[in-house]
């Protein structure tokens, strides 16, 4: 059986970048930092500008250590996007409906099921597979856009100008009504391009922080990824296809690893079995 050689996949995406081969763990990075670029305002008529664009891309360069462009990015919301169209059409048929609690699309008969699929064959994919970041997708390839600036200010924007002492009244002899000042107006303003720079900024040294903290992280429960391939391959009555998808499941997810690797060989097949229960 030809060995799995991840190291081998990460070199091809980093020096050919041409046919780019996308894990689970960094589609799920790429759309909790675009979640996070919408959230920041960054998603503008339903599109991202080019600032998230290249946020998300250093957010997954970052992690796993590549060298992708932006148009990588792009190119895959787009394969994310029409697997998103899928998903939320199914939601809008009768009879199908969103878990949150096991993060499933649950239908209500097993008839309904294979007559979807029948007609929808790209839904195949997304029966009794878990969909860990919903809330994200939605907000990712969604409608969502994020609150203006202006509809969290009141009505006058905070401008009023001040106009004194109310008390109208006379003045002392020798005294003069102090003219009425705008403190506002004397105060020179921040050009909207110094926001947009503090906030990159900001997403960089974030982006460092968490790298730091997600490698210290991982250094106290890793997996040794070649144990862990290595114990997935010696499973029975398991193609190699479905060998990869396993081994890429569990090592995007440490606390799913190092379970399934202190189960004993018939444990972990029961582990997986469970897991992809479709499989059987």
Not at 28 to 35: N, P, Y
Not at 76 to 91: E, F, G, N, P
Not at 247 to 256: G, H, Q, S
Request: glycine share 4%.
């Amino acid at each position: 059986m030809e060995h799995y050689d991840l190291q081998g996949q990460r070199r091809d995406v980093k020096h050919k970048g041409r046919n780019v081969v996308w894990s689970i763990a960094m589609d799920k990075c790429l759309i909790e930092a675009l979640a996070v670029q919408a959230r920041n305002g960054n998603k503008i008529d339903k599109c991202f500008n080019e600032n998230a664009y290249t946020a998300a891309c250093v957010a997954v360069n970052t992690r796993f250590n590549l060298n992708l462009n932006n148009q990588k990015v792009i190119n895959r919301l787009k394969t994310i996007k029409k697997r998103y169209k899928v998903m939320k059409d199914m939601l809008s048929q009768d009879g199908f409906r969103w878990n949150p609690n096991t993060k499933l699309i649950e239908c209500d008969s097993e008839e309904l099921w294979k007559r979807y699929i029948a007609e929808h064959p790209d839904a195949r994919g997304f029966r009794g597979k878990h969909i860990e970041m919903y809330d994200e997708l939605k907000i990712v390839c969604g409608n969502y856009q994020a609150p203006s600036r202006s509809e969290d200010m009141s009505e006058t924007d905070g401008t009023e100008s001040y106009t004194g002492p109310q008390d109208h009244g006379q003045m002392p002899d020798g005294f003069q009504e102090p003219p009425s000042v705008d403190p506002l107006r004397h105060l020179p303003k921040r050009p909207r391009s110094s926001d947009a720079a503090l906030q990159d900024a900001l997403m960089a040294v974030a982006s460092s922080i968490r790298h730091l903290a997600d490698s210290v992280e991982r250094s106290k429960c890793s997996v040794d990824t070649n144990e862990l391939l290595q114990a997935v391959m010696e499973i029975d009555g398991l193609e190699e296809g479905r060998q990869m998808y396993a081994f890429e499941y569990l090592n995007a997810d440490p606390v799913k690893a190092r379970a399934f690797m202190t189960y004993n060989a018939r444990m972990r097949k029961m582990y997986l079995f469970r897991q992809f229960w479709w499989w059987r």
